[in-house]
């Protein structure tokens, strides 16, 4: 698969690590690269789409979930995504940048400094407490176009969110502000990755006692809203007027408790090179502290990627080469790998190097570095470095 060029530049100096557009392929020459693939994101988003019966809004916040977030984007809209989702203004605001068109919501809470820019650039805000109200009247007379919002409602997260208590109030302030569209109202589960757990059903309960007393005053907004990915997939009651999923387009299992079915492709295969190959002799200390020492003559070779492109230092790591495992030697480095290659001899420096996703028959999915590393594989992506470049593959079907 070979990654198209495009013509947008990386522009990574002011923003960040959240606004990674893709790279010339050619022109970023690193030892170590993540590449994407639109038609997995487009096939899971379509997967989505039928399993849940309702449109998607697509979740690419931080940096799509590790995939870039304007390659994200592009790939969910050309793909036909509703809308997408954001947790901060500035990553909407990139969005807008990247040329993308449609609804964008900011999950969280946009600062009143940023409030006018959000308007100008028609990007859908969440709003939960009246000070919320109060910052976006300030703004309202100066912004040319009216404000689309979002009321969050906390049914037991403990995070962002009104009171159930305090909903219908703010809803009706919100629909005697005027240029204020109050599109939706929403909730988010605290437990959906684990779907027996009892608060799924309390946080339901609430939201739907809630939507039957603002219902009953006529104050429902059209688009009404509570499931992620795990929740999309296990929870056919809260799939609501739309779900937002962030996970489960990326192609990765939302929990153990909750697998993807059949038919979903991660989208992100990480990727580095074979920079070096040398024949040891026995008694040879591989990489900091000399954790290892060969114990015969044996063939090392260094992989261009690093803890400092968030590879853990975690031992006991392999990578993939040739199709076939090969075990981590030695610690390691911020910029380097060592691996054993004595069951590979054929490997050639160049070659190529998985770190995360399939090569040949083989595959590392991210479920196994999140296992092997002690966490979830929503931190495996997002940890995926900022310096490593994105290559966006061209669209065909996914293999
Ligand atoms: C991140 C996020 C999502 C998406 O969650 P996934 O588990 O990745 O599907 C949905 N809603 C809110 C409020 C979020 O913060």
């Known amino acids: 698969m070979r990654p198209i060029i495009n013509p947008r530049r990386n522009s990574l100096s002011s923003h960040g690590s959240a606004l990674i557009l893709p790279l010339v392929a050619t022109e970023h020459g690193s030892s170590t690269w993540a ?26 916040k931080a940096a799509g979930y590790g995939h870039g977030l304007a390659n994200a984007a592009r790939a969910v809209e050309a793909a036909g995504a509703a ?21 964008v919501l900011v999950l969280g809470e946009t600062p009143r400094s940023l409030l006018r820019q959000a308007l100008d650039q028609a990007v859908s805000l969440t709003v939960f ?14 912004a040319l176009s009216p404000a689309t919002v979002h009321l969050k409602v906390d049914t037991g997260m403990s995070r962002l969110g009104a009171s ?4 219908p109030e703010l809803l009706v302030e919100l629909s005697r502000m005027k240029q204020v569209e109050v599109a939706g109202l929403f909730t988010h589960f605290a437990c959906a990755d684990s779907p027996e757990t ?28 509570a499931a992620n990915s795990a929740a999309a997939l296990t929870r056919p009651s809260a799939r609501f007027d739309l779900v937002r999923c962030g996970i489960a387009l990326y192609g990765i299992d939302p929990s153990d408790e909750v697998p993807l079915p059949k038919g979903f492709v991660p989208a992100l295969t990480w990727k580095a090179k074979l920079v070096h190959v040398q024949d040891l002799p026995a ?97 495996v992506l997002c940890g995926i470095s900022a310096r490593v470049p994105r290559e966006l593959l061209e669209s065909k079907r996914p293999g």
């Open 35 to 60: 590449e994407v693939s639109p038609a997995a994101l487009a096939n899971n988003l379509s997967r989505l789409q039928d399993l849940a019966g309702v449109p998607v809004m697509a979740v690419v």
């Open 83 to 103: 809308s997408c989702a954001v947790a901060r203004v500035d990553e909407a605001l990139a969005l807008r940048r990247a040329g993308i068109s449609i609804p």
């Open 129 to 142: 407490t009246r000070r919320h109200l109060q910052e976006l009247a300030e703004v309202l007379g100066d």
């Open 164 to 167: 159930p208590e305090a909903a």
């Open 198 to 225: 009892p608060s799924n059903d309390m946080q339901e309960h609430k939201f739907r006692a809630l939507l039957e007393k603002i219902g009953a005053a006529g104050l429902r907004p059209p688009w009404v809203h």
């Open 283 to 379: 008694g040879a200390g591989v990489s900091y502290g000399h954790d290892y020492i060969t114990e015969h003559a044996e063939r090392v070779g260094v992989v261009g990627v690093g803890y400092g492109d968030g590879y853990r230092r975690q031992p006991g790591g392999e990578l993939l080469i040739l199709g076939a495992r090969v075990p981590i030697v030695g610690r390691v480095c911020m910029d380097q790998v060592m691996v054993s290659l004595d069951q590979h001899p054929e490997a050639q420096p160049g070659d190529e190097v998985v770190l995360l996703g399939p090569q040949g028959r083989e595959a590392i999915p991210a479920e196994e570095l999140a296992r092997r590393w002690g966490t979830i594989p929503y931190e």
